[in-house]
């Protein structure tokens, strides 16, 4: 174990006293006897969202009805939020607007990349993302291939075809996930996207594993598209509204292909033709769903009150803390950890293969330790510094080996699968 690291319990209990960040937690909502190790997938909620679902529904639905859209801000949200957001993507104003789903915000993007490469080189007919990408990201990709029928194809990386041999001529449009959503593998995205530009491409970032939990350098890093979730670090609530970020350079050749009356340039005018919106306002489709959009800034304000530094900072601790304990103690039991040590490569969550994998998270589940499993076989620990401590990860150890050594995990209850995994 890495000398720097805390050993025993009472060196973690030493360590979250002295944790500059201990106090977000007081901002959260988090169940007694819980420990929450999912908020890579669903961030906890703030205390302040329920103050601000009373007053949307309560005030500014209940009692100012449709006038809300001018008196509350409502139809400006979407772009206000964005505002905020940038700040954590490393991106300027009037660049992100939060709208739809990533899944959505993806379809938009890929379309519109391949837009503006066919008319620069139409010869270029290939989408390129990862195999062991997030399947939206694939799906995707294979729906715009099947409703195009224009003979694009779609190209997946793996450890037989890497990045640089499938980056050919061909490749239109790259979509990969900055954070790997199963081994929280990160990319090098200033390399990667440069790669990209230098052989033709354009390329698509999805930041569903990044935004909030990571630095992120878009504009530094010379991206073109990047989309991503509010619902994971960004604790945005379940299902909560996505982003959509287009470099200032192909703002105005982004062409929606959800031309939507909300990317209208005059929505209100009622026109009987479309003409897509100046800046960002074009990235947006239909009516924005503001209940939930309005509790976002909740989650937004807490992380933009943490200093970046150090949450990744203490991000890496965290998940250095969970490698140590576990390589620490494995002894046989058959974990094989899937995640990289190189704090370079590493996004905020750490994953490890076994063969009962399903069985042990359920297990944990069911002791209140709580993270999520992925097929195949891999247990996915979220480590997400503003509310979780060193003691947090300390316990959560211990109770996984408790479990693997009474093989706890073997009782039928917690082997029969459930919908969500």
């Known amino acids: ?52 679902a009373t007053t949307v529904i309560g005030q500014e639905w209940g009692q100012g009805l449709i006038r809300s859209w001018n008196t509350a801000g409502w139809f400006g949200l979407p772009a206000r939020l964005g505002n905020k957001l940038a700040t954590l993507l490393g991106a300027g104003q009037d660049e992100v607007v939060i709208t739809d789903t990533t899944s959505l915000n993806l379809f938009k993007s890929i379309a519109a990349g391949l837009r ?27 729906g715009i291939i099947d409703f195009l029928n224009q003979g694009y194809e779609l190209r997946l990386i793996d450890e037989d075809l890497p990045l640089d041999a499938a980056l050919d001529g061909d490749v239109s449009v790259i979509a990969l996930s900055h954070v790997n959503y199963r081994t929280g593998a990160m990319y090098d995205m200033a390399a990667v996207t440069g790669l990209a530009h230098e052989r033709g491409a354009l390329i698509v970032w999805d930041l569903a594993h990044s935004a909030g939990a990571v630095p992120v350098q878009l504009n530094a890093s010379d991206a073109d598209f990047a989309v991503g979730c509010t619902y994971k670090y960004l604790n945005g609530g379940p299902g909560s509204p996505a982003f959509i970020w287009v470099s200032k350079r192909l703002q105005q050749k982004f062409r929606q292909p959800l031309s939507g009356w909300w990317g209208h340039a005059r929505p209100f005018a009622m026109e009987d033709s479309y003409e897509p919106a100046g800046g960002i306002q074009r990235y947006l489709c239909g009516t924005q769903p503001m209940v939930s959009m309005a509790m976002i800034e909740c989650g937004l304000d807490i992380t933009l009150a943490a200093d970046m530094g150090l949450l990744r900072a203490k991000s890496l601790q965290l998940t250095d803390l969970f490698i140590s ?52 076989h891999v247990l996915r620990f979220g480590l997400t510094p503003l509310y979780l401590g ?14 693997l050594e009474t093989r706890e995990w073997d009782r039928p209850e917690f082997n029969s699968r459930l919908t969500v995994t």
Do not use: W
């Open 1 to 52: 174990m890495d000398a720097s690291l805390p050993r025993t319990r009472n060196e973690c209990l030493a360590a979250d006293h002295l944790d500059p960040l201990a106090h977000f937690r007081d901002a959260f909502d988090l169940p007694e006897a819980v420990i929450y190790l999912d908020g890579n997938s669903l961030g906890a909620r703030p205390h302040a969202a329920m103050e601000r």
């Open 390 to 403: 060193y003691t947090d990860v300390y316990d959560a150890v211990d109770a996984l080996f408790d479990i």
């Open 325 to 376: 304990l576990v390589e620490t103690r494995k002894g046989e039991h058959p974990l094989e950890l899937v995640t990289p040590t190189d704090h370079d490569r590493r996004g905020s969550h750490v994953s490890y293969a076994h063969p009962q994998a399903y069985g042990i998270m359920q297990a944990l589940i069911g002791r209140g330790v709580i993270g999520d499993y992925r097929e195949p």
């Open 116 to 142: 503006i490469q066919r008319e620069a080189a139409p010869k270029r007919k290939v989408i390129l993302t990862e195999r062991d990408n997030f399947p939206t990201d694939i799906y995707i990709a294979e």
